[in-house]
């Protein structure tokens, strides 16, 4: 059974940087790609990058693209997303999510055939002043 717990919320001024973690245990990533994705109260859930089972592809979502990196420790089964010149906007619940389905076009990753990955982090909380 695949776990995945984030870490690495947190309050933060505009224009500054948090790096958040997902630490998973209970499957071979070299099965899963993984994504983060990000819900705020009253709107959507937003996927906003994954990266695919060997990090060679990732995807960004305009809104964060230029200022927020995805990467991962697979000798560590550890997920990152540092987030870099933070906006109010960005302010939002985050999660880590898996999924063993993986699409690689024109190097870019879809991870998950939709928005309801296998599995699911409890989320972590950033909080971004103006």
């Known amino acids: 059974q695949v776990q995945l717990v984030e870490s690495g919320g947190g309050a933060v001024q505009a224009g500054g940087s948090l790096r958040l973690s997902c630490a998973a245990s209970?499957?071979?990533?070299?099965?899963?790609?993984t994504a983060w994705f990000r819900q705020a109260p009253g709107r959507e859930r937003e996927r906003i990058a994954a990266?695919?089972?060997?990090?060679?592809?990732?995807y960004y979502a305009d809104s964060v693209k230029g200022r927020f990196t995805i990467s991962q420790d697979n000798a560590k089964n550890i997920l990152y997303l540092q987030m870099n010149n933070l906006k109010p906007e960005d302010s939002s619940k985050y999660y880590c999510?898996?999924?063993?389905?993986?699409?690689?076009?024109?190097?870019?990753?879809?991870?998950?055939?939709?928005?309801?990955?296998?599995?699911w982090g409890q989320g972590t909380v950033v909080t971004v002043s103006s």
């Open positions: 209970g499957y071979t990533h070299t099965m899963y790609c």
């Open positions: 990266i695919s089972p060997d990090v060679g592809s990732t």
């Open positions: 999510a898996a999924d063993r389905y993986t699409k690689i076009s024109a190097g870019a990753i879809q991870c998950g055939r939709d928005n309801a990955l296998e599995s």
